[in-house]
């Protein structure tokens, strides 16, 4: 035994060697781990700046607003889009009743319009001088102080903007996890006496609480990563605070330190999600996959369930849009001309570079994954995947403030070498912008691109280096083409998010360049909300296409699916 013993070692030895050795996809995948990890580092080590007299002034004045403020934001986003979400998700999934299959796809076209669209029309519609408050006292014969309404412009305000634009994140993974359930559970479930909603409380929630948690850490992510909505509603955040130290004190220093508590709240967000799953499993052992057998509801239950549907789409979709069109078609003959042509110009182009750059870099991160599974390419590709869950303003410091240094370097070196300046080559163009949106959504085309290339069996990748091709012809002429839907998804779901983009746009924007969503947020803050209209509504007619593509993956996604 003992004999054998150093002719293993050596053999183990080899094994782990190969598991770490590099090529050249592997060196690619740590050179983009490294790049898009970069802004969040530099946040991060800013804690050890000295702080100057303007932190000082923070702490001693709005800090506590803005820890309070989030913390209230996160309690109700997150309760509000956890109930609306789940039993959304439950209804439409396992339940009969008119307009189900309507209310399938329609509950996730909140996530087609930005928060801050829905913040603009909800200000003025609700607001003591909009038309909801004046028909009230004007149907009554009310005067000031003569009755109570809830204040938009508050904290109560911004959480019921956020939970209407974000449940459906968990209503999304929600209805996945209920769909991709097996029908034995229930049934056994109804065999020991349990009835429906029991069943749904103690059988089909818990096994869909991983999914569940992992929805509400998302909206929450986005919640606190707001900025227009909050702003316009006067509710003070980390994201609010960021721009107002940056642009208003300018203390690009105090501004990362800001950005780097938020950050500690997004990271307590990330393990408080991983601790909720703690050791459990959940797992399907069944085999057979039926038709969920749905409930019949009829009479008040099925008016229930319609009105239980119907409420989170009119809040988040045909309100706000409705006012949208409303306003648009009373401006667009003056604001729609050859400047907002411009910045519609402006915003596609940055959402289609943006999404190929994402696409590309993804499918170099993936393809690597493919070609070396060991714990550097999937280190990697995790850490590269991480910058979603970052706040746009917080990458956006993260990317200037690097940017900003390197651009007096090269100035120095080429002022002193030819005697001319090279100017902000870097963090004035849309390098910077371009490099902060690759952070920001690299992990969407990630996601969609690596679950894609996992359906393609290993076979083909044998078939294809038998005929002579290397792993970079093998891609391209053989993954490629098999994947160029996933791609083409992928690519859409970016160019969406790009389009919606606020905070980091707005920080890191050249001089005299602006995009719809800019444009919109600049004539809301002006209170010319009606001129802010046709920009917002174009970016939620361009945020409808990626809403059906959803529903279709969400309804194919049950094994066995069948058209029903």
């Known amino acids: 035994m003992n004999l054998a013993a150093p002719a293993i070692r050596p053999r183990r030895l080899r094994g782990l060697l190969a598991r770490f050795r590099l090529d050249g996809w592997s060196l690619a995948a740590l050179i983009i781990a490294a790049l898009v990890a970069a802004p969040v580092v530099v946040v991060a080590s800013s804690v050890f700046a000295p702080t100057g007299e303007v932190w000082r002034h923070l702490a001693e004045t709005v800090l506590g607003d803005y820890v309070l403020n989030s913390l209230f934001l996160m309690i109700g986003v997150g309760a509000g889009a956890a109930v609306i979400g789940v039993a959304a998700a439950w209804l439409v999934t396992m339940c009969r009743f008119p307009g189900r299959a309507v209310f399938e796809w329609a509950l996730l076209l909140p996530l087609a319009v930005p928060a801050?669209?829905?913040?603009?029309?909800?200000?003025?519609?609700?607001?003591?001088?909009?038309?909801?408050?004046?028909?009230?006292?004007?149907?009554?014969?009310?005067?000031?102080?003569?009755?109570?309404?809830?204040?938009?412009?508050?904290?109560?305000?911004?959480?019921?903007?956020?939970?209407?634009?974000l449940y459906p994140y968990v209503y999304l993974l929600a209805r996945a996890a209920f769909l991709e359930q097996s029908v034995c559970v229930i049934e056994i479930s109804r065999t020991l006496g349990r009835g429906p909603w029991?069943?749904?409380?103690?059988?089909?929630?818990?096994?869909?609480?991983?999914?569940?948690?992992?929805?509400?850490?998302?909206?929450?992510?986005e919640a606190l990563s707001d900025f227009g909505a909050v702003q316009h509603l006067a509710v003070p955040t980390f994201t609010t605070g960021i721009f107002r130290t940056w642009f208003g004190l300018g203390d690009p220093i105090a501004a990362a330190q800001l950005s780097a508590l938020l950050m500690v709240f997004v990271l307590a967000l990330i393990v408080a999600e991983r601790c909720s799953r703690g050791r459990k499993r959940f797992h399907h052992t069944s085999r057979r996959y039926r038709a969920l057998p749905r409930i019949q509801l009829r009479g008040g239950r099925a008016a229930g369930a319609v009105l239980a549907c119907l409420a989170p789409i009119f809040l988040g979709f045909l309100l706000p849009g409705g006012?949208?069109?409303?306003?648009?078609?009373?401006?667009?003959?003056?604001?729609?001309?050859?400047?907002?042509?411009?910045?519609?110009?402006?915003?596609v182009l940055l959402g289609a570079t943006a999404a190929v750059l994402a696409v590309a870099v993804a499918l170099v991160l993936a393809y690597g994954q493919r070609l070396r599974p060991g714990p550097v390419v999937s280190t990697a590709a995790r850490i590269a995947s991480m910058g979603y869950a970052v706040p746009g303003a917080v990458i956006a410091v993260g990317v200037l403030l690097p940017f900003a240094w390197l651009d007096n370097q090269i100035d120095a070196l080429v002022r002193a070498t030819f005697g001319v300046s090279t100017g902000l080559i870097l963090s004035g163009t849309l390098v910077a912008l371009m490099f902060g949106y690759?952070?920001?959504?690299?992990?969407?085309?990630?996601?969609?691109?690596?679950?894609?290339?996992?359906?393609?069996?290993?076979?083909?990748?044998?078939?294809?280096?038998?005929?002579?091709?290397?792993?970079?012809?093998?891609?391209?002429?053989?993954?490629?083409?098999?994947?160029?839907?996933?791609?083409?998804?992928?690519?859409?779901?970016?160019f969406v998010d790009v389009m919606k983009e606020l905070p980091a746009t707005m920080i890191m924007r050249p001089f005299n360049f602006n995009t719809l969503a800019v444009r919109a947020f600049e004539l809301a803050a002006d209170e010319q909300l009606?001129?802010?209209?046709?920009?917002?509504?174009?970016?939620?007619?361009?945020?409808?296409?990626?809403?059906?593509?959803l529903t279709l993956a969400i309804a194919r996604s049950r094994p066995g699916h069948r058209s029903d």
């Open 323 to 347: 006012q949208l069109v409303a306003w648009t078609v009373e401006t667009a003959a003056s604001v729609v001309d050859a400047d907002f042509l411009r910045l519609a110009a402006n915003s």
């Open 438 to 494: 690759l952070v920001r959504f690299l992990a969407v085309s990630f996601n969609t691109v690596e679950a894609s290339l996992a359906k393609v069996t290993p076979t083909m990748d044998g078939a294809a280096r038998t005929l002579g091709y290397g792993p970079g012809a093998t891609l391209a002429k053989v993954h490629v083409p098999i994947i160029s839907g996933s791609l083409m998804t992928a690519a859409l779901l970016v």
């Open 198 to 221: 029991r069943s749904f409380f103690e059988v089909a929630l818990p096994l869909a609480r991983p999914a569940i948690v992992g929805g509400v850490a998302l909206a929450l992510m």
């Open 530 to 549: 009606a001129e802010s209209a046709p920009a917002a509504l174009a970016i939620v007619a361009a945020g409808i296409v990626p809403v059906i593509l």
């Open 116 to 165: 801050y669209a829905i913040a603009f029309t909800y200000g003025s519609l609700f607001e003591y001088a909009g038309p909801v408050q004046s028909g009230l006292r004007e149907l009554f014969g009310w005067g000031r102080g003569d009755y109570w309404f809830p204040e938009v412009r508050s904290l109560g305000g911004a959480v019921v903007v956020m939970t209407v634009v």
